[in-house]
């Protein structure tokens, strides 16, 4: 059950890196012909602070068997790189603990007081979702546990579960995408959130990204409620189709690299490693050898 569990969540990792690392190709200029033309950038493509905290998030499953809390933001401060393009305020959070700093603490008093409700906590939980696969129940707790350990804010925390839950429920195979986000409402707050999600339903008959986007977002803001609904609609409308997932979701622009991270971890939690296209892989950076247990 543990192996079982621990593939689908190393399999959404890979789908989440392969997506943060050709959406982060997009913010070269002379990389934008690639985007409009659905063509591949030139390798290598390098991921993000989406993938690095990621897979603090599948170590700490694969040590811990749950979301330790305190190993998980003491895993996130030693694993940050700078270089990574993380924001300003998460940069200074990860350096505070590493030097000793209380990380409830200083999550909490973020933003005086009000807490981060930026995207980083939903860019970086599909893992986790791929593992509590057969508990939607336990991804929701277990995000909310994982969001908190770097940002309070309600709508940074609905955003993890909304992402986590997705997760879960596309690692039991193709739905419809109506249903899919039913399922994933049952489970988040209310909050903006909650309701961009909802707007996502209700604009699953439209095929333009760009159009989704206008009404949902695109991560533009970096805030959880300006990505997460448009990941959904992106994730529900090709669930079954990890490479169209993908451009779909880099043509609404945006902050490209976490949208298509978090709709590549959720489309990818149900797919055998053989269907994520190879070409990609030899053109993205592999994953850190840290994330092996020793």
Do not use: K
């Not at 621990?6 to 990389?31: E, K, M, Y």
């Amino acid at each position: 059950m543990l192996h079982d569990r621990l593939q689908r969540s190393r399999l959404s990792l890979l789908g989440l890196s392969l997506g943060d690392a050709l959406g982060s190709q997009f913010f070269i200029p002379g990389n934008r012909h690639h985007l409009s033309s659905q063509s591949l950038p030139p390798a290598p493509w390098q991921w993000t602070d989406d993938t690095e905290m990621a897979c603090s998030i599948y170590l700490t499953l694969a040590v811990h068997h749950t979301i330790d809390q305190d190993a998980l933001a003491a895993s996130f401060a030693r694993r940050h790189d700078f270089d990574r393009g993380y924001g300003p305020a998460t940069n200074r959070l990860l350096r505070l603990i590493r030097e000793g700093g209380d990380w409830r603490t200083l999550a909490a008093d973020l933003f005086d007081g009000a807490g981060s409700w930026g995207n980083g906590a939903a860019m970086r939980v599909a893992p986790l979702g791929a593992f509590y696969a057969d508990d939607p129940a336990e991804a929701a707790r277990q995000a909310a546990l994982s969001a908190t350990a770097t940002h309070t804010h309600p709508e940074a925390v609905a955003g993890a579960i909304a992402v986590a839950v997705a997760a879960a429920h596309a690692a039991s195979g193709p739905q419809p995408p109506g249903p899919f986000i039913d399922q994933v409402l049952e489970y988040v707050p209310p909050g903006q959130v909650h309701d961009g999600i909802r707007e996502a339903r209700h604009l699953l008959t439209v095929t333009d990204p760009e159009t989704a986007a206008y009404f949902l977002g695109n991560g533009r803001t970096v805030a959880a409620h300006d990505t997460v609904p448009f990941t959904l609609w992106a994730a529900a409308r090709h669930l079954s189709d990890y490479q169209q997932a993908i451009w779909t979701t880099a043509a609404a622009g945006g902050d490209i690299d976490t949208t298509c991270a978090i709709v590549g971890g959720i489309t990818a939690a149900a797919l055998d490693p053989d269907h994520l296209p190879d070409s990609w892989r030899q053109a993205a950076e592999p994953l850190p050898d840290w994330i092996n247990p020793s």
